[in-house]
């Protein structure tokens, strides 16, 4: 009998979430460090937060964020920390891309214009199979950390994929779940997906086919099913993001940084991607498959990223 499991969706801030009393707008800061520039980076700012005048979080310059910059286009432009009662708060100097409207903002309520969604299969699989070691077919160590718009995509997508893998690998060592181990079968469907889903989509990305039709049946298995791969089982687990950067901070680190927070940051998403990653759920999960796409701007580099997680050896 198949079990629906809800899938779920996150938005990743680059700096979690920082709850601050209203009692802090009224009273002094001590400046701890000095204002220091950044590279540019591409965010987007929650709505409903404060925009202040300086980073002692005085003079609110409007209701909320969406009020004053209303839909232009944003980047931090600096950053500043901020230290009251032995207690550091950091904050960022946000301004529009035509240069009109700027204001300090706490980072917990910045968000990176990068984003990661995750959705569990559609059911877990009944049967265990046997798992043995030396059925991974390998992954080529490659640490290579240069700025994407000096390399060639094939040169981005196998350093992103060592690296992502490396920490996955790393992080599962913690755990009682076992080895992850390269599937063949999974590699090539998730590579399939990688060439046209659109993470922004958030939940509806896990459920929509190249042909842009939205299905009640994960895209991932859909798309097994049409290359011959995948059979009419329903034990496969997706999670798929893309990082947008800058050119100038377009670092292959970086890009692994955002894509590491499907482990360390997934409170957001009540810990789908990491449940997944870590093997919490199935009987471990020891199978993957990944995916990547690089998609080159006139000022950013995105990179999306398809992860597929199963029981079966495909």
Do not use: C
Request: glycine content about 8%; charged content about 25%.
């Amino acid at each position: 009998m198949n079990i629906p499991i809800p899938s779920k969706k996150i938005v990743v801030t680059m700096i979690g979430t920082l709850m601050v009393g209203t009692s802090l707008l009224t009273q002094g800061y001590q400046v701890n460090a000095a204002k220091k520039s950044i590279s540019t980076e591409q965010v987007k700012v929650k709505g409903n937060k404060k925009v202040y005048k300086n980073d002692q979080a005085n003079s609110v310059k409007a209701r909320s964020a969406k009020d004053y910059f209303g839909g232009k286009e944003l980047y931090a432009k600096a950053e500043s920390t901020v230290k009251k009662k032995g207690k550091t708060q950091k904050f960022k100097l946000v301004e529009s891309k035509d240069k009109t409207k700027k204001g300090w903002m706490y980072t917990g309520d910045i968000i990176s214009v990068h984003q990661n969604n995750a959705a569990p299969a559609a059911a877990k699989s009944t049967s265990l199979n046997t798992i043995i070691d030396n059925d991974d077919i390998g992954e080529q160590t490659d640490n290579t950390d240069g700025n994407v718009t000096k390399m060639s995509d094939s040169q981005i997508i196998a350093s992103v994929r060592s690296q992502f893998v490396q920490f996955v690998k790393s992080s599962r060592s913690n755990t009682k779940n076992g080895s992850w181990l390269r599937s063949a079968g999974l590699d090539k469907v998730a590579q399939e997906r990688a060439n046209y889903v659109n993470p922004a989509l958030g939940d509806a990305s896990h459920y929509t086919t190249a042909n842009g039709k939205r299905h009640k049946q994960l895209a991932a298995i859909l798309d097994g099913q049409s290359m011959g791969i995948v059979g009419n089982q329903n034990n496969i687990y997706e999670s798929n993001g893309y990082a947008n950067l800058d050119n100038r901070i377009s670092n292959v680190s970086k890009y692994v940084g955002y894509f590491k927070e499907m482990i360390t940051n997934d409170a957001d998403s009540g810990y789908g991607h990491m449940d997944q990653l870590l093997g919490n759920e199935g009987y471990g999960l020891r199978h993957y498959g990944i995916g990547i796409r690089v998609i080159r701007m006139n000022r950013s580099v995105q990179i999306n990223i398809v992860i597929l997680s199963a029981d079966s050896k495909y």
